[in-house]
Structures are given as structure tokens and as C-alpha cells.
């Protein structure tokens, strides 16, 4: 795919595809699906060219992280940029139960997130 790089905003990575992969269907969050075919779709995205990968801690009860991790693992992580939305809370039955995001939630989301 041959698009032109763009910049994010007037401060942002300069190097971006302009076409960012939403990776929230990858774990579960809509139907079932396996990592077979979530690591599929994230290799055919990043060998197109697709540089930003959006997940959220929250997606898959934390699956959906580690399996783009599986994805880059082993590539330039130079060319990637990552958007992950934090503070989502969900039970253990995966029902979501809401936002934490206080600042101990935030510290402990960074610390686990990609």
C-alpha cells in the first residue's frame, strides 16, 4: 500500500500511516475469536504498512495487549506507534462495571499496558 506518512498533530510521531488498525474485535470483545486469526489480521495490517495499533487494557480482560505483543515482538518497535485507553473495569465474568482512574488505577495501567 503506498500512502504518504503523516505527522499526529504539530508534535506527534511524524512517521504514522494514515490508516490506524482499531484492535478491539482481536479478543472477544464482539464475538469469539482465536489468536490464529487475531495475529493474522494484526501480520496482513503491519506488513500494508499500518503503523498505529489501538487497544485498549480493558479489551479481551487484557488479551487483546498481549496479542499485539505477539505481533511485534520481533519487529522494529521504532515503527509503531501504540493508543491504549486505560481505567475500563470489568468483573470477572467480563461484565463492565466502569472507569477507575484514579491515580493509582493510572500507574498500575501503565505499568501492565505495552
Known amino acids: 500500500m503506498s500512502q504518504d506518512a503523516i505527522q499526529l498533530g504539530r508534535t506527534g510521531p511524524k512517521n ?25 489480521v494484526l501480520d496482513r495490517a503491519l506488513e500494508r504498512g499500518v503503523t498505529l495499533l489501538d487497544t485498549g487494557d480493558f479489551y479481551g480482560m487484557g488479551h487483546n495487549e498481549m496479542l499485539i505483543g505477539r505481533a511485534i515482538r520481533g519487529r522494529d518497535r ?36 505495552l
Open 78 to 113: 521504532a515503527r509503531f506507534q501504540l493508543s491504549v485507553k486505560f481505567g475500563g473495569q470489568r468483573d470477572p465474568s467480563g461484565a463492565w462495571v466502569g472507569f477507575d482512574t484514579s491515580p493509582a488505577a493510572v500507574k498500575t495501567s501503565c505499568a501492565y499496558s
Open 16 to 40: 504514522v500511516f494514515p490508516i490506524g488498525l482499531g484492535c478491539m474485535a482481536l479478543s472477544s470483545s464482539y464475538t469469539q475469536t482465536d489468536d490464529e486469526t487475531g495475529l493474522r
